[in-house]
């Protein structure tokens, strides 16, 4: 393993850096000129691809991009909780902050890998890696990758706690609107007040998903007109639903349609709307897919468990798998902390990822 020790103080370094670095959606400019500086000072190629106006993908390998296999990373978070308390900070071994674990951990780790892979000789031409803007929001980022590539296969470094994940869940986001009759507050009733027939809903549906075993259902947005002293006539819902693979996302929507009118039409609105913005298919890799393959070898060299797990959220994976591209997701941090106040990634954890990357490399460019 000595061959494969990790240049710790180097990722530490640029781990701290990104971390530091603010770099939500739509503002990852900063994050993105840093990142093109330090790839090119040590010896990889790297093509800036235009997302939108002032944000853009990097690209990097050894030299001409090929589409076989593809290590991909965001570089965007979710806002900061508070902006004043967003950067690095470490405790004993773990590392705090903003994108610790969701994903500058798992970029880092992938950058270091191909550098180290670059610095050996063993970085192969068959491997890619693209750091993407636009995750968190809208997944623009790679929407514009794979309007001008067709990947193979794809790593994708999402916090999984390195537990290899086969399979991923896929998601359903719905949008409600209920309308009341807006009134004097003091003429409020259970019948026409918005709100009310919109929480009646909720709690309804609510129930209703917690019978499936392993659908996780997030309420995120509740708004409601703001007319002062009134009854609220208007209450929109966001609803987020994260589906096991197996089930069509279409499908499920219709179903979810179907018991959402049926309950809606009793909660006393005088009328609703129903929108499915978003709808992606879960899906599972097969354990005989070449990259799967590879990992394992590298696993078994490592000594580390074999342990396929789930990723139980949506990511650019989905992308990827419409694309035709088999996605594995594989990246230090746990997805339980991923957007908390305290989120953090043991820095060990890092030193590993990156060590299997490296040496998935080594293997690669052995097999090519």
Not at 240 to 253: K, T
Not at 280 to 300: C, M, N, P, Q, W
Request: glycine share 8%; net charge negative.
């Amino acid at each position: 393993m000595a061959e494969f020790q990790v240049a710790r103080k180097r990722l530490y370094s640029l781990f701290k850096d990104m971390v530091d670095i603010y770099s939500p959606s739509g503002k990852e400019e900063e994050l993105t000129d840093y990142l093109e500086e330090y790839l090119r000072q040590r010896g990889l190629t790297v093509r800036r691809q235009t997302v939108d106006e002032g944000r853009d993908n990097l690209i990097i390998g050894s030299g001409t991009i090929t589409e076989d296999l593809l290590f991909l990373g965001h570089i965007d978070t979710v806002p900061a909780f508070d902006i004043e308390q967003f950067e690095f900070s470490q405790s004993g071994g773990r590392c705090y902050g903003l994108g610790t674990a969701d994903m500058k951990s798992g970029c880092a780790a992938m950058i270091e890998g191909f550098i180290s892979a670059q610095e050996k000789g063993y970085l192969p031409e068959t491997a890619t890696l693209a750091l993407v803007v636009g995750e968190e929001e809208s997944g623009d980022g790679t929407t514009a990758l794979l309007e001008k590539f067709s990947f193979k296969e794809a790593l994708v470094a999402e916090p999984t706690g390195l537990q290899p994940c086969l399979e991923h869940f896929g998601y359903v986001e719905m949008l409600v609107r209920t309308y009341g009759y807006r009134r004097h507050a003091a003429m409020a009733s259970r019948e026409t007040n918005a709100v009310r027939c919109m929480l009646n809903y909720l709690l309804r549906l609510e129930d209703r998903i917690e019978e499936e075993a392993e659908t996780r259902i997030n309420i995120r947005d509740l708004h409601s007109s703001e007319s002062g002293f009134a009854v609220p006539d208007q209450c929109a819902a966001a609803v987020d639903l994260h589906i096991p693979p197996g089930f069509a996302s279409s499908d499920y929507a219709a179903v979810l349609q179907e018991f959402s009118i049926e309950h809606l039409n009793t909660t006393g609105a005088s009328h609703y709307e129903i929108e499915f913005p978003t709808r992606t298919d879960g899906f599972i890799i097969k354990e005989s897919a070449s990259l799967v393959e590879t990992l394992k070898h590298v696993y078994r060299e490592s000594s580390i468990d074999w342990k396929p797990a789930a990723f139980r959220s949506h990511s650019d994976a989905n992308l990827l798998r419409d694309s035709g591209c088999g996605a594995l997701i594989l990246g230090p941090g746990q997805l339980s902390l991923a957007h908390t106040i305290d989120e953090s990634v043991d820095f060990e954890e890092v030193v590993r990822a990156s060590r299997i990357y490296t040496m998935l490399l080594k293997s690669l460019g052995i097999s090519s």
